[in-house]
């Protein structure tokens, strides 16, 4: 594997743009107040109230996306046109809202998008209408929403995108696994580009679910030894494609991702339903590495799927400790949330910036200071089911 990272697109709690998310995270750790600043957006009453949560604040689709055709869209369709349409236009595969000259054409440019719980609140926001009023009454322009790979059609409408378009969906390690979708889709010669990462919001049943799990960090849990979930959402879109490819439209080239990983293990019981596997995550890791073909010694930094859930977090770095040894383990959800499906998406794009020079934050959970510079990362996702993926990132 090896692809050109070649412009993205951000639509997250520091607004939406490239732009607005390097200059928030070149803050640092104060990053974290920026995006946990206040009252919910999103949830209503007493919920709202007490939720700790990292939103895209004031989003105004109205801004992005025009004032017309998108009244029936949810809130994750929404968010996700608004990060890809600067994603094309960052990666040069369009300028002004059209495909550029001699680049790749609508029938070449596909996306893989990934989410894990991006329908919730359409699915119950119809089954509402219907159990408390009547079907006659739902809205067949919203029951679309309901079905989790329609937002990334609507982008694909939208933008006019006609390879192959993919959704990705096995919980946290979503994002990560679409950007194998899209490598071997490139690798087919199936389209010179894809869009690849997703989006998750945050919604009422999943917040409440959550809540009645007890996993929940919000304004009734601090006292939590180990955090608890905090809850975030946005989408992220990067253009990716063959390193020859984007190299031959002179593209300018951000980064490489030069390896991949994933693996699998069951729990030693079939009454666990979360579980999460250290030797899943060394397996995961020393595959990517060695597909890249880089030493542990040679990886700067680790961008962790660390989210508030001790156990998880501990499978997740015992397996990092396993492999790297003492590389710093950067839990970046720390400022930005759990965004579940798209949370390996968001960890790419810390590392972005980090390449560009903003400060590595938040602080390694294993207490081992980042270099002053990076230049090649290691990004993790941990599943709640055993499974476990990683993916090496190499600066240009």
């Known amino acids: 594997m090896r692809l050109a990272i070649t412009g993205y697109g951000v639509a997250s709690p520091f607004g939406v743009g490239r732009a607005s998310w390097e200059a928030a995270l070149a803050k640092g750790e104060a990053a974290r107040a920026l995006a946990f600043r206040g009252r919910s957006e999103v949830l209503e009453g007493e919920l709202g109230e007490h ?13 992005h996306l025009g004032d017309k055709g998108h009244r029936a869209f949810d809130r994750l369709t929404k968010l996700l046109i608004a990060a890809a349409k600067p994603a094309l236009a960052d990666s040069g595969l369009k300028r002004d809202g059209a495909f550029v000259e001699g680049g790749p054409d609508a029938s070449s440019i596909g996306i893989c998008s990934a989410t894990a719980y991006g329908s919730l609140d ?32 609507y982008v694909s409408i939208w933008e006019d995108l006609r390879a192959p378009n993919v959704t990705v969906v096995d919980g946290n390690c979503s994002a990560l696994d679409a950007v194998l979708a899209a490598a071997t889709h490139l690798a087919h010669r199936r389209a010179k580009a894809f869009l690849v990462g997703g989006g998750e919001i945050v919604s009422e049943p999943l917040y409440l679910a959550l809540r009645r799990l007890g996993v929940l960090a919000d304004g009734r849990t601090d006292g939590r030894t180990d955090g608890g979930v905090e809850m975030g959402e946005g989408a992220c879109y990067f253009a990716m494609e063959r390193v020859e490819d984007a ?65 998880v977090d501990g499978a997740e770095a015992a397996g990092l400790r396993a492999v790297l040894g003492d590389v710093p383990q950067v839990p970046v959800k720390r400022l930005t949330g759990e965004t579940f499906g798209v949370s390996g998406a968001f960890a790419l794009a810390h590392v972005l910036a980090w390449f560009g020079g903003a400060p590595v934050a938040p602080s390694p959970s294993n207490g081992v200071n980042p270099p002053a510079k990076v230049g090649t990362a290691v990004i993790t996702s941990v599943g709640f089911y055993g499974n476990a993926s990683a993916i090496v990132v190499r600066a240009a």
């Open 51 to 63: 939720a700790r949560t990292a939103e895209v604040w004031g989003f105004d689709p109205n801004e």
């Open 122 to 153: 359409a699915i119950t926001e119809l089954n509402r209408v219907a159990e408390l009023e009547d079907p006659r009454y739902i809205n067949p322009q919203r029951f679309p929403n309901t079905v989790i790979n329609a937002a990334a059609g």
């Open 247 to 311: 190299k031959a439209r002179g593209a300018r080239v951000l980064a490489e991702v030069i390896g991949y990983g994933t693996a699998f293990e069951p729990p030693r019981s079939e009454a666990l339903l979360v579980h999460a596997s250290a030797d899943a995550v060394a397996r995961a890791v020393r595959d990517a590495l060695a597909e890249a073909k880089v030493d542990p010694r040679e990886v700067d930094v680790v961008a962790s799927s660390a989210g508030g859930l001790g156990d």
